[in-house]
């Protein structure tokens, strides 16, 4: 089945930057409408970034400006970019299909604090 794995989260400052990568089984990346979800400490799992698979992307206010979705569908893997990281961006973040149907991996924590 559908196999994901992020990796790249940490300990970042406010105002710092962190890469996030997603490896991917088969042709899932691109083949697939994806998105990066995350999931805030106590809170509901919510959505930050989508790219389909003509390339076109989308993002919540929240995070617009900031964070960057992106895929390389030679290497099968989805990125995510974050600049100027704020302590309410700390959360455990995951890579999945846009769509339905999904299985959730372990996720990868990113912690911003001073």
């Known amino acids: 089945q559908v196999q994901l794995v992020e990796s790249g989260g940490g300990l970042v400052q406010p105002g710092g930057s962190l890469r996030l990568s997603c490896a991917a089984s088969g042709s899932i990346i691109s083949g697939n409408a994806m998105a990066w979800y995350r999931q805030p400490p106590g809170k509901q799992r919510e959505l930050v970034a989508s790219?389909?698979?003509?390339?076109?992307?989308n993002y919540p206010d929240s995070v617009k400006g900031r964070f960057t979705i992106s895929r390389d569908n030679a290497r099968n893997t989805m990125y995510l970019q974050m600049n100027s990281l704020k302590p309410e961006d700390t959360a455990v973040y995951y890579c999945?299909?846009?769509?339905?149907?999904?299985?959730w991996g372990q996720g990868t924590q990113v912690t911003v604090s001073s």
């Open positions: 999945n299909r846009l769509y339905s149907p999904r299985i």
């Open positions: 790219i389909t698979t003509s390339g076109r992307t």
